[in-house]
């Protein structure tokens, strides 16, 4: 399994930005996909996922403000991200979990200036 995430850079605060993540390989029907960042110095954090039934969960911390949907056919999940704020500043990782081991994109670095 590969993944490959895209549609970081560098925005303004209150800006926006929609990340995207394709996975190829052996992709199970059922999985979940999912979102999670880094900033320097500190823990790789959840930020939302989505299940292959759609059902979605979000980190408190980007409710209102983020959105993950996926393309089941495609096996690409977004995220979209509005209201943007320095706090988000981070590497966002694309991660898939389904029956095996947890597989990780190389991530994609999404900077927020002030």
């Known amino acids: 399994v590969h993944l490959v995430e895209s549609g970081g850079g560098l925005v303004q605060a209150g800006g926006s930005l929609r990340l995207s993540c394709a996975a190829s390989?052996?992709?199970?029907?059922?999985?979940?996909m999912g979102w999670y960042r880094q900033a320097p110095g500190k823990q790789r954090d959840f930020v939302a996922t989505?299940?292959?039934?759609?059902?979605?969960r979000y980190a408190d911390s980007v409710k209102g403000r983020f959105t993950i949907s996926r393309d089941n056919a495609k096996n690409v999940v977004y995220l979209q991200m509005n209201s943007l704020n320095p706090e988000d500043t981070a590497v966002y990782y694309c991660?898939?979990?389904?029956?095996?081991?947890?597989?990780w994109g190389q991530g994609t670095q999404v900077t927020v200036s002030s």
């Open positions: 989505i299940t292959s039934g759609g059902t979605t």
């Open positions: 991660k898939l979990s389904q029956s095996g081991p947890n597989y």
């Open positions: 390989g052996s992709i199970f029907s059922a999985n979940v």
